[in-house]
């Protein structure tokens, strides 16, 4: 039998043990958490406007921010989403975003908001947001859009035909397209979970960049001759956004 001295050192070690479990299970909890929310982060205060000049600043969380005392209703205000954009462009589609940089109340709250603009047959080109998801919603006309898997998922193609009234869901950093199939316009508002979602065209930034890439990558890339990639490269990538 244990003497009474021996069960106590029993039980410290087994209260040790234990410890060190929790604190195991509690790290890797954080760990995980931190990494769910790795997007824009969570708001320190109320709100915090964003602010050009850091000498009127006086908090910062992801921008400069102006004193809570001095702001005002204009910094949470954006008008003129009702107007149409100019679609008249070779991919026609525009896009009106409406972020931190239009509503600088925006900045910390993690979401913004963005009207897209289709001429018949337009498109907003396929395209990624690396800082968010988007939420799309038809309001009028009828849009084919779609996004497509990461590799880790074989790129597959999740696509649908949204009619007014309906909602899809790009997730994030996804590429993802929409096209007005109708012979009328088509306009959609888009909500994106963060004040700065990004974005990133496709064609634009592979054949279009500044400066351009080495046409040996991209010959190899896509398998094709320097010829073609030369055209690509020598094209206008117009940017809707």
């Not at 050192?9 to 299970?25: C, P, R, S």
């Not at 193609?157 to 899809?168: Q, R």
């Amino acid at each position: 039998k244990h003497s009474y001295k021996e069960k106590s050192n029993l039980l410290q070690v087994k209260m040790i043990k234990i410890g060190i479990h929790f604190l195991v299970a509690t790290a890797t909890l954080a760990l995980a958490l931190s990494l769910a929310y790795a997007s824009d982060p969570s708001p320190l205060q109320d709100f915090c406007v964003a602010i050009k000049d850091p000498k009127s600043a006086v908090f910062v969380n992801g921008k400069f921010c102006k004193d809570p005392k001095r702001a005002i209703a204009k910094d949470f205000f954006y008008s003129g989403l009702n107007i149409p954009g100019n679609t008249s462009n070779p991919v026609g589609s525009i896009v009106t975003p409406v972020n931190v940089d239009q509503i600088p109340g925006l900045n910390t709250l993690g979401i913004s908001l963005a009207r897209i603009d289709f001429a018949p047959y337009g498109l907003n080109p396929p395209h990624t947001h690396p800082r968010a998801t988007e939420i799309l919603f038809v309001l009028e006309g009828t849009l084919y859009v779609g996004f497509v898997t990461s590799n880790q998922d074989n790129n597959r193609l999740f696509t649908k035909v949204l009619y007014p009234g309906d909602v899809f869901v790009f997730p994030e950093g996804l590429i993802h397209f929409q096209f007005n199939q109708g012979k009328t316009n088509a306009v959609a508002f888009g909500g994106l979970s963060s004040q700065n979602p990004g974005v990133i065209t496709i064609a634009n930034a592979v054949f279009g960049s500044t400066p351009p890439i080495s046409a040996d990558v991209l010959t190899k890339a896509f398998q094709v001759d320097k010829e073609i990639i030369d055209h690509l490269q020598a094209q206008f990538w117009w940017d809707n956004n």
